[in-house]
């Protein structure tokens, strides 16, 4: 792909964003999801092959069918009230329709089919995109919604998204496949907070852009897009391999990485809401998503290709991490503890 037009279509991908981010009126919010939807197809299919194809074709028709929901559900409120302003959404059956179109575009459960197989389709960096920046524009239009949307449907979304995100990634090999389910279940997690503490969605949404981001920066320096590659990544680079085993206990939510405490703030907060039922479920299901990381951890630090002595020194890297890596597993590790202040509302 040419350079200007690989400048213009990122530069297309941050105006869809922030023209979204920025607006109060629903149509350009939804110009805003459009335009990311457009740009992001081009990039899809800069690498020729029929699975980047396929990829981009479902990715497209679900964008479209969530897109036409949003505008739906928009001119609906519109008809029945007379605003058009993202904050004045009082019909409920137009925020409903609002939820599911949002959730479409998320990839959050029950709506979750296309993403493992859109993901697993393109190329890592691709994947990064579609995983990181693209969550932006549809989860704040959640977050500035979040008091008018239903919290039953909401919690039932994001139930369902932790346990599909965590029983799905089980019997994966292909790690761009477990990248998609555990992005499920993180948005589950941030699903079910928003209709209580927005404050926790975000700071969840954070801390869930820095882990994904270092684990695909980290896959894309290794060149690793399934389970059996990272078996050698020990033998290549010690020291990225030790950093990729933090980014996963962090995804995991052990303490005391920083991907602990959003979770345990949100399961205080859903106690206060005397939602006890509710959090055992979501701790349980977070168990899932544990397990598989911790599988990860185990294929990168205890197994081992077999070798011979003397090819260790032929097929090693140099050691020095790029800056970006160790910079964002430096703060997805030790962050929120070194920085509690961050938890402060």
Known sequence: MSPYALSILMSSLAIGTITTLSSSHWFLAWMGLEINTLAIIPLMTKMHHPRATESATKYFLTQATASALVLFSTMMNAWMT?????????????????????????GIAPFHLWMPDVLQGLNLMTCLILSTWQKLA???????????????????MALMSTIIGGWGGLNQVQMRKIMA????????????????APSLTMLNLMIYLMLTSSMFMMLMTLN?????????????????????????????????????LPKWLILQEMTKQHLNLMS????????????????????????SAPNISNSNLIWRKKNNLPQTI????????????????LLMN
């Open 82 to 106: 007379g605003e058009w302003t993202i904050m004045n959404m009082s019909n409920h059956f137009a925020t409903t329709v609002l939820t599911i179109a949002l959730a479409i575009k998320l």
């Open 280 to 303: 055992t479920l979501m701790a349980l299901s977070a168990l899932l998503s544990l397990f598989f990381y911790l599988r990860l951890s185990y294929a990168i630090s205890l197994t």
């Open 138 to 156: 549809p989860m704040a239009l959640l977050i500035l919604t979040n008091h008018q949307l239903n919290t039953n449907l909401l919690i039932m």
């Open 224 to 260: 690793s897009t399934n389970v059996n590659k990272l078996s050698t990544s020990w033998l290549k680079t010690p020291t990225l391999a030790a950093s990729m085993m933090i980014t996963l206990t962090a995804l995991g939510g052990l303490p005391p990485t920083s991907g602990f």
């Open 181 to 196: 389910y555990s992005s499920i279940a993180h948005l589950g997690w941030m699903t079910l907070i928003l209709s209580f």
């Open 326 to 341: 160790s910079i964002l597993t430096m703060l997805s590790a030790m962050m929120l503890p070194i920085t509690p202040a």
